[in-house]
C-alpha cells in the first residue's frame, strides 16, 4: 500500500486545518486508515483512525471533540479535519494503513511520508 498525506502547513492557534491522505494499491481487504505524530524528542503517537468503507472511528483523548477523521470510500483516501488547533499540536503527522483496527504504532504496516504541521502561539 501506497501513501501520500498532504495539507499540512503553518496556523495559528484556534485555527483549523485539513490533512488529506491518498491510498493506492489496496486489495480487497479491510483496512484501518490511522494518522500518526510525531515531536522532535518523542515517539510517534496515535491520532485518529477509521476503518475504510466502514464506520467505526477512534481517537486519542487529547484530539477528542477537536478532531475528526473521516474517509472517502470512491478516491480510497483519509482526511483529518483539524478544528481548535493548540501549540502543542504542532508535529509531523504520518497516514499509515493496517489490516487490524488498532491505534498502535506497531499495528500499522504501511506509512506515508509526513506533513508538518506548525501552530503558532
Not at 27 to 54: H, Q, S
Not at 55 to 73: E, H, L, P, Q
Request: overall charge positive; aromatic content about 10%.
Amino acid at each position: 500500500v501506497q501513501l501520500q498525506a498532504s495539507g499540512g502547513g503553518l496556523v495559528q492557534a484556534g485555527g483549523s486545518l485539513i490533512l488529506s491522505c491518498a491510498a493506492s494499491g489496496l486489495t480487497r481487504d479491510t483496512y484501518t486508515l490511522g494518522w500518526f505524530r510525531r515531536t522532535p524528542g518523542k515517539e510517534r503517537e496515535f491520532v485518529a483512525a477509521m476503518v475504510l468503507r466502514g464506520v467505526s472511528t477512534m481517537y486519542a483523548d487529547g484530539v477528542k471533540g477537536r478532531f475528526r477523521i473521516s474517509t472517502n470510500n470512491a478516491k480510497d483516501a483519509v482526511y483529518l479535519q483539524m478544528n481548535s488547533l493548540r501549540p502543542e499540536d504542532t508535529a509531523v503527522y504520518f497516514c499509515a494503513a493496517s489490516r487490524h483496527y488498532v491505534p498502535d504504532v506497531g499495528g500499522y504496516h504501511d506509512w506515508g511520508q509526513g506533513t508538518l504541521v506548525t501552530v503558532s502561539s
